[in-house]
């Protein structure tokens, strides 16, 4: 099977840090992704976790563990223009499957 | 080419009629995938293409949605005989291998039902 969870909606302000949960059951899990998509756009590729751990990249980090089935999407110091639906995204075999993405709101 | 290019970028239709949808995904990505994505929602997966076999059609909502790939290059989504609940963004990805490897997105095509 296959089941890909996260929030619907987050809000923070601006400067902020925000972490954005994601929960996964996927058969053949080789791992995470994490994309970014702006109203109206197609997304972006921000992320990809394979092994446990934390990667930084910039103000975006992202955390995995393979054992608890489970990422996160950490935001720092955040700007009006991060205000996007971030998705969560894993291969279920061999096709990449998405979440129904986090709708984040930012305000000044 | 640099980047996946879908046409058209919008598409408006009567209900009934069949609409055909392209992707050009870059060039040497075997890996291509057809998303559908309705107003405020998430990525629903419809197609993946591995070369031009397609190993998992689970995806498509009904008979009457088909797709196909040449080699490993354009493919085309056809959807016969549209309804108003088919009006979404198509969405068209590819990637290097289709295992561990980032996907691309087009811009992806509108699509209106009326």
């Known amino acids: 099977g296959q089941n890909i969870d996260q929030p619907t909606e987050m809000t923070a302000t601006e400067g902020a840090i925000v972490q954005i949960n994601c929960t996964y059951q996927t058969s053949g899990f080789n791992g995470l992704f994490w994309y970014q998509q702006h109203a109206g756009e197609a997304p972006t590729f921000l992320s990809y976790?394979?092994?446990?751990g934390l990667e930084e990249k910039g103000r975006f980090s992202s955390f995995l563990s393979r054992s608890k089935g489970y990422s996160y999407l950490l935001l720092k110091e955040l700007q009006m223009k991060d205000s996007a639906s971030y998705l969560c995204?894993?291969?279920?075999?061999?096709?990449?499957?998405f979440g129904t993405g986090t709708r984040l709101q930012v305000f000044p | 080419g640099a980047g996946v290019s879908q046409s058209p970028s919008n598409k408006v239709t009567e209900k009934g009629k069949d609409v055909e949808l392209r992707c050009d995904p870059i060039?040497?990505?075997?890996?291509l995938y057809w998303y559908r994505q309705r107003l405020g929602q998430g990525l629903e997966f419809l197609i993946y293409?591995?070369?031009?076999?397609?190993?998992?059609k689970s995806g498509l909502p009904s008979d009457r949605f088909s797709a196909e790939r040449t080699g490993e290059s354009v493919s085309t989504l056809t959807i016969q005989r549209t309804q108003q609940e088919d009006s979404a963004v198509y969405l068209c990805?590819?990637?290097?291998?289709?295992?561990?490897?980032?996907?691309?997105f087009g811009q992806g095509t509108r699509l209106t039902v009326v």
């Open positions: 995204a894993a291969y279920n075999t061999d096709k990449l499957i």
């Open positions: 293409f591995q070369g031009n076999s397609a190993p998992d």
């Open positions: 060039s040497g990505h075997t890996a």
């Open positions: 990805a590819s990637s290097l291998s289709g295992w561990n490897t980032e996907a691309f």
């Open positions: 976790n394979v092994l446990d």
